[in-house]
């Protein structure tokens, strides 16, 4: 069965960094896009970043160009997520998904998900 399992979510203070972890198993990890998304209570569900399957190719929210990066280690099945700068409006579960081959930053083409890890970011 295809599992997701993100790691890494805490409370930091603004200004801070956090390193998440998302760990995929059951899938054959290169075939798939793979993505960071965040949703904060009362709010719709937003792309943070994705990457194609190769790394090749990135593709970032405006809100977090030059703070967050993506990349993705294919031999351990794990895409990392590094936060930078964070500020306080940075506040969410943040999930990360799977999709086969095609990457996209729109959730509802996302196949499989993980369960979430929360980041607070205190001011």
């Known amino acids: 069965q295809v599992q997701l399992v993100e790691s890494g979510g805490g409370l930091v203070q603004a200004g801070g960094s956090l390193r998440l972890s998302c760990a995929a198993s059951?899938?054959?990890?290169?075939?798939?896009?793979m993505g960071w998304f965040r949703q904060a209570p009362g709010k719709e569900r937003e792309s943070v970043v994705a990457?194609?399957?190769?790394?090749?190719?990135?593709y970032y929210a405006d809100s977090v160009k030059g703070r967050f990066t993506i990349s993705r280690d294919n031999a351990k099945n794990t895409v990392y997520l590094q936060m930078n700068s964070l500020k306080a409006e940075d506040t969410a579960v943040y999930y990360c998904?799977?999709?086969?081959?095609?990457?996209?930053?729109?959730?509802?083409?996302?196949?499989?998900w993980g369960q979430g890890t929360q980041v607070t970011v205190s001011s």
């Open positions: 998904a799977a999709r086969v081959a095609v990457v996209s930053r729109d959730y509802r083409s996302y196949n499989y």
């Open positions: 990457i194609t399957w190769s790394g090749a190719s990135t």
């Open positions: 059951g899938l054959t990890f290169t075939n798939y896009a």
